[in-house]
């Protein structure tokens, strides 16, 4: 049985989804509060006798039904908008890596190297270790180092797919002879899984993503094996 902290996302990885989560946070409360004033005028309107019932105008009223909500777009666009520049911001990214969606799994590219490519298969559920999650673990995880600009190329070979981690605040779609990129930093160490995010074919659902993070020395080690 999954432990209870397993059933959901994973916690924030990177400093843009801990933005994502203060703008939604930021956002429901906004949500919270007009939800709460249109109850109580609901509430008033059944349950008080109006002496005004028929009134024509009322130009107070019609000033702030027109302020407020101008007012509330603007709480909700400003910080929506500069996380939106954040997240297309690369500069000088440290490591680039090309991720390309294929029927049904994807291969990477790290085109910083010479010879340092693989392809990520799921792991089928019978040949899962203790521990390891199902539908999630692949045989080969995209490994880069912790708090370094990370740039991703992505692309697909076949159909449309989307290359998504939720811990990591990341999701681009992967489009046949179109390269579209994504950077994140990765704030600790890891293992953060996600899965393609476009309804791709029959085993859309067996083709997830798993980065793994790490320090530097590890990274180096481990590139160095590998190539």
């Known amino acids: 049985m999954a432990h209870p902290s397993q059933l959901g996302f ?128 692949t045989d080969s995880r995209m490994v880069v180092p912790m708090e370094a600009p990370i740039r991703v190329l992505i692309t697909s070979e076949d159909v449309l797919h989307s290359w998504a981690v939720p811990a990591l605040g990341v999701k681009t779609d992967a489009v046949p002879g179109r390269l579209n990129q994504t950077t994140f930093i990765a704030s600790r160490p890891g293992v953060f899984y996600g899965q393609c995010s476009e309804i791709c074919g029959a085993n859309h659902s067996f083709m997830p993503i798993v980065v793994e993070t790490v320090p530097l020395p590890y990274f180096e080690s481990w590139s160095a094996l590998m190539s």
């Open 10 to 137: 994973q916690d924030a990885a990177s400093p843009v989804m801990e933005e994502l989560l203060r703008f939604h946070d930021h956002a429901l409360m906004i949500v919270f509060l007009i939800s709460t004033l249109v109850l109580y005028i609901i509430v008033a309107m059944v349950s008080t006798k109006l002496t005004n019932k028929y009134i024509l105008d009322s130009q107070e009223i019609e000033i702030i039904w027109t302020i407020m909500p101008a007012v509330i777009l603007v709480l909700i666009a400003l910080p929506s908008l500069r996380i939106l520049y954040l997240m297309d911001e690369i500069n000088d990214p440290h490591l680039t890596i090309k991720a390309v969606g294929h029927q049904w799994f994807w291969s990477y590219e790290y085109t910083d190297y010479d010879n340092l490519e693989f392809d990520s298969f799921m792991v089928p559920t019978n040949q899962l270790a203790p521990g390891e999650f199902r539908l999630l673990e």
